[in-house]
């Protein structure tokens, strides 16, 4: 099995370095994926970069040149809902893009894309997998939409101008829904995983800083010990 892990920052790389020994390295496009073997599978890790764009761009290179089985996506989130607190973890079940407006181009939704899903789905036996793991170990998440923007949000003006749109969203990140997308359409089951690092709120930059290692961390524990088990 081909396994694809993606990351958005270094900082969150270096966890699963620390697990795994790379092989090797490639470049696809602009991104060089590190090439790892574990338990018989060919595990690639790469950085996606901040942002939208980022994301999809690094996405598409890989898997326009590996026949990629399954995606990983970890990192951090800002939490959307006043259950969902720092530390905890999300497992998305799906994404929409929260600086997406476009109703008044035809008969969209807020958060949609032209021509593309009101949001997308991650609904795969894969996913179902993954969570039945993280529920024989005793994990606590939550399962829930999470919304994608090209900013930070760091005020409580701009959460709750996302809330009103989207009140049922989780969780606040800017990677995300890019890579729904692409996996979307090039038919690749995507596993998403985000840990809440901040509120969302005027604090979420001195959050930011100090939590995100170790929601880093907590994330790609158990995505290595879940690969390691995978035959």
């Given at each position: 099995m081909k396994i694809a892990i993606i990351v958005p920052m270094e900082i969150e790389a270096a966890y699963y370095r620390n697990?795994?020994?790379?092989?090797?390295?490639?470049?696809?496009?602009?991104?060089?994926?590190?090439?790892?073997?574990?338990?018989?599978?060919?595990?690639?890790?790469?950085?996606?970069?901040?942002?939208?764009?980022?994301?999809?761009?690094?996405?598409?290179?890989?898997?326009?040149?590996?026949?990629?089985?399954?995606?990983?996506?970890?990192?951090?989130?800002?939490?959307?809902?006043?259950?969902?607190?720092k530390e905890d973890l999300i497992l998305p079940n799906s994404f929409t893009y929260h600086d997406a407006h476009n109703t008044a181009a035809g008969d969209?939704?807020?958060?949609?894309?032209?021509?593309?899903?009101?949001?997308?789905?991650?609904?795969?036996?894969?996913?179902?997998?993954?969570?039945?793991?993280?529920?024989?170990?005793?994990?606590?998440?939550?399962?829930?939409?999470?919304?994608?923007?090209?900013?930070?949000?760091?005020?409580?003006?701009?959460?709750?101008?996302?809330?009103?749109?989207?009140?049922?969203?989780?969780?606040?990140?800017?990677e995300g829904a890019a890579f729904a997308q692409v996996a979307y359409h090039f038919n690749k089951p995507l596993i998403a995983m985000r840990a809440i690092s901040d509120n969302g709120d005027e604090n979420a930059d001195e959050d930011f800083d100090s939590f995100v290692k170790k929601v880093g961390a907590k994330a790609a524990k158990l995505i290595c010990n879940y690969v390691e088990e995978l035959k």
């Open positions: 697990n795994f020994n790379s092989e090797d390295k490639k470049m696809f496009g602009t991104t060089a994926f590190e090439h790892f073997s574990v338990n018989g599978n060919d595990i690639y890790l790469g950085l996606s970069g901040i942002g939208k764009v980022q994301a999809a761009m690094n996405l598409s290179s890989l898997l326009s040149n590996e026949d990629i089985d399954l995606i990983f996506m970890t990192g951090s989130a800002g939490s959307m809902d006043e259950s969902v607190h969209y939704v807020e958060g949609q894309i032209p021509q593309e899903p009101a949001r997308f789905e991650l609904n795969s036996p894969q996913r179902d997998k993954f969570a039945q793991y993280l529920k024989d170990q005793n994990i606590d998440f939550r399962e829930g939409l999470v919304v994608t923007g090209d900013s930070f949000i760091a005020s409580s003006k701009q959460k709750e101008e996302i809330k009103k749109n989207f009140p049922d969203a989780l969780g606040v990140e800017m």
